[in-house]
């Protein structure tokens, strides 16, 4: 029995061969682009380092203790998902607002279609650029229209703000974001089909009633959907943020990224930012397996 | 079975692509010392050992070639050009990068050992490269002929700038046997750029005391204006740097007390007054709003447009401002005079420094394209030194444009306060925290006069603990 199961263990093992051969390129690549790269940054985070030279002051866990000490790497923190709750909540909401009014069909749709989707084909760096033009307090439009309106007592230097340079960046943000969501919720609007809408009419159901009733649940997956690729494309905002502000002034627009970039490259503090990174790795999963584990409990009562 | 040997050959495949990618990177990667060690050794030799890709054979025989790195605007494309021109032996490839990007542009291409031949570099930078061993020593290359050939490449600068030169590498690095690892490209002086016209119509004349400025600063206020701000936000921290060489100076100079040995903190009192002069300044709102987020580009676009009154620049930022003022405008300069009654300095001197990379395949090219680029021939030729200050003996403007720059002129005269006086600038941690971070915090009022003083001594001391 025991020789047995030895030979199908082994029988197993050479069958497995392939498909061993086959993950092998993955894996080295992984090894080389993903593990070496990440202990390699766990190194630097154990010393003091400028990001050239050799690796020579060894300070054990200091970087750590020095980024957990920083109030800027908590706001930095808060920030980024001040900007993700803002974006999932407006860039959503407006997007399929939009969506809904092209559905629903009004006059020159295709050019409203087309006109609306252009800020995202801009790039990123560029809405920055011209973003920080018009919130500019002394030769920006934004402040000269709300002298010409009489509204002069709302101008103000926008970005220059503790208290309004992250909204004004958040606003820009969901600007750019907008199409994006229009264009997916409009696309799967168009896939309902009428005959629920039909019925509906039938039945004698009003507009709202209709939206209520039968096309936000069909757009509940879209939602969610783009509720995720919210989530994880705000977790990577950097250049908008690096163009307008920098993430100043002292730190008031500073979100994840521009912190780590700004340790890194502007202080030359290589080990704190590695180690800011690797913290915020760690968060980063944790908030993962936590929604994991949340939707798979929601998924386990559904099923009960 | 044909499905499996299919499927092994496939995996085989890919898996020796795969090592083939690798093995090629680390073959470059073992060649790497192998051209380091051939560049340490004769000239010669090193040519012969240097990647095909560094030089070229042309007619007349090996062309060598370099990468040169500026953060300076000034230092162009056309100017490589004159250069390759006049050296038909030598190529140059060249990269720009914004001010505010070096940092992070120097930093990968020394950890990834890819630093061009000759690159720019600033005070703060400069004391970390030398210590680091990332420059090469240029004693010998100064103490040769200059581009020109008529006298020893140290003996063309204005000797008070090789001083100021000397002093940065000294304060910075302490006693080496040598401070030659960079040479000063333009003498930078800072002074306050203003529209005369303004200045007319408010009855205004160039302040002599500081009073008077703020006097200046408040007038044009009340007329509308924005009064004052410097060239960009990398640039913050020149006005307490000046505001400080005022306070600290009697106990810096006179008194002979050191940051460094602890006889002088960022506790003092005179430290103090200099901030809570320059929070003042910002209370009155004698400041730019975007004092803390405006680039160069928006400065210029401010005073371009007749909403900014003064501007305090250095002379080779200047060029985009002269080139595009409009008709009505009438540029004129003056020195910044002194807060507490001192004899006024200027900020700068030899703050812009050009350097050879101590790895560099192509020394001789390297330190000849170096002399090229702080020439006469370089400054008297090159469009963009037309606003410059050449630090050069012998290098004179025209009277049209010496009238515009006099107080740039009376800057200099005033001569200039050490880079590092109140260490802020000690090192390029320091001088980035207090500037993006301690000051703003501190303008806005979200931190204490104390707790700015008490951070950047913090942050010294980590410095002098690393020395």
């Known amino acids: 029995m025991k020789h047995k199961t030895k030979n199908s263990l082994l029988k197993d093992l050479k069958e497995s061969i392939p498909g061993y051969l086959l993950v092998l390129p993955t894996i080295a690549t992984l090894i080389i682009f993903l593990y070496i790269p990440f202990f390699n940054a766990f190194r630097i985070s154990l010393y003091k380092y400028k990001g050239y030279g050799a690796l020579t002051k060894f300070i054990g866990l200091d970087n750590y203790v020095t980024v957990l000490k920083d109030k800027h790497f908590y706001e930095a923190f808060l920030h980024t998902f001040e900007l993700i709750g803002c974006d999932l909540v407006i860039s959503i909401i407006i997007g399929f607002l939009l969506a809904y ?45 709300l002298k010409a309106v009489g509204l002069e007592s709302l101008a103000q230097a926008w970005l220059s703000q503790k208290s309004t340079s992250l909204p004004s960046i958040i606003i820009t943000w969901i600007w750019r974001t907008i199409p994006f969501n229009m264009l997916i919720c409009y696309a799967n609007i168009m896939n309902l089909s009428k005959d629920y809408l039909e019925a509906a009419d039938i039945d004698g159901a009003n507009q709202w009633q209709k939206l209520r009733y039968i096309i936000i649940p069909h757009m509940k997956p879209t939602f969610m959907t783009l509720a995720i690729l919210t989530v994880t494309n705000d977790l990577r905002a950097f250049d908008l943020i690096w163009v307008m502000t920098k993430g100043g002034p002292g730190g008031a627009s500073d979100v994840m990224t521009s912190y780590v970039y700004s340790k890194a490259f502007v202080s030359q503090q290589f080990g704190a930012a590695t180690s800011a990174s690797i913290i915020m790795m760690v968060v980063m999963i944790g908030l993962t397996v936590l929604l994991q584990v949340a939707k798979g409990r929601r998924g386990g009562g559904e099923n009960a | 079975m044909k499905k499996r040997i299919l499927t092994l050959m496939l995996g085989l495949t890919m898996t020796v692509s795969a090592m083939a990618g690798c093995s090629s990177s680390a073959d470059s990667t073992e060649a790497a010392p192998a051209e380091e060690k051939a560049g340490n050794t004769q000239e010669t030799a090193a040519k012969e050992n240097i990647s095909a890709d560094k030089v070229t054979a042309d007619a007349g025989g090996e062309k060598a070639s370099i990468r040169v790195l500026s953060a300076m605007q000034i230092v162009d494309e056309e100017m490589m050009q004159e250069f390759m021109d006049a050296n038909p032996d030598i190529t140059v490839e060249f990269e720009y990068v914004d001010s505010g990007n070096y940092s992070a542009k120097f930093a990968a291409l020394a950890s990834a050992n890819e630093l061009p031949d000759v690159f720019w570099t600033q005070t703060g930078y400069y004391c970390d490269q030398i210590k680091e061993g990332l420059l090469m020593d240029l004693s010998d290359a100064m103490a040769s002929n200059s581009y020109e050939g008529d006298k020893a490449w140290k003996d063309t600068f204005i000797p008070n700038l090789l001083t100021n030169f000397e002093n940065i590498a000294l304060s910075g690095c302490g006693e080496m046997e040598s401070y030659d690892y960079g040479v000063p490209f333009t003498m930078t002086t800072v002074a306050v750029m203003y529209d005369k016209k303004i200045y007319d119509d408010l009855g205004l004349s160039e302040p002599e005391t500081w009073d008077a400025f703020m006097d200046n600063c408040k007038a044009v206020k009340d007329a509308g204006y924005t009064p004052l701000t410097v060239q960009s936000n990398v640039c913050a921290d020149w ?100 807060a507490a009654g001192l004899p006024s300095r200027s900020l700068g001197g030899s703050s812009n420094i050009f350097a050879v990379s101590a790895d560099t395949k192509e020394p001789e090219a390297a330190v000849r394209f170096l002399k090229y680029l702080t020439s006469r021939t370089n400054f008297e030729t090159a469009e963009t030194l037309k606003y410059s200050n050449s630090g050069l003996e012998g290098v004179d403007k025209g009277e049209e444009l010496n009238q515009i720059l006099a107080g740039y002129a009376k800057a200099a005269d005033g001569g200039f306060c050490p880079d590092v006086f109140v260490p802020t600038n000690a090192s390029t941690e320091i001088s980035s925290q207090f500037r993006d971070d301690l000051l703003p915090n501190y303008l806005l009022g979200d931190i204490s006069l104390e707790d700015v003083c008490s951070r950047l001594q913090e942050m010294y001391d980590s410095y002098l603990e690393d020395l």
Do not use: H
């Open chain 1, 101 to 145: 009014v092209m559905f629903r069909g009004i006059r020159f749709k295709r050019f409203f279609n087309t006109s609306l989707f252009i800020p995202y084909l801009i790039s990123m760096v560029v809405v920055g650029c011209i973003w920080k033009i018009l919130y500019d307090p002394t030769i920006g439009p934004l402040n000269q229209l």
């Open chain 2, 239 to 338: 006005i307490p740097r000046l505001l400080w060489d005022q306070y600290c100076r009697d106990e810096i100079e006179v008194q002979g007390l050191s940051f460094a040995d602890k006889g002088m903190t960022f506790e003092a009192e005179s430290v103090k007054k200099g901030l809570s002069q320059f929070k003042e300044m910002w209370d009155e709102g004698y400041l730019a709003e975007n004092y803390f987020t405006a680039d160069i580009d928006t400065t210029a676009q401010m005073f371009l447009q007749g909403e900014l009154a003064q501007v305090l620049i250095a002379p080779d930022k200047i060029s985009y401002i002269m080139d595009n003022a409009p008709e009505t405008m009438e540029l004129a300069t003056f020195a910044l005079p002194g």
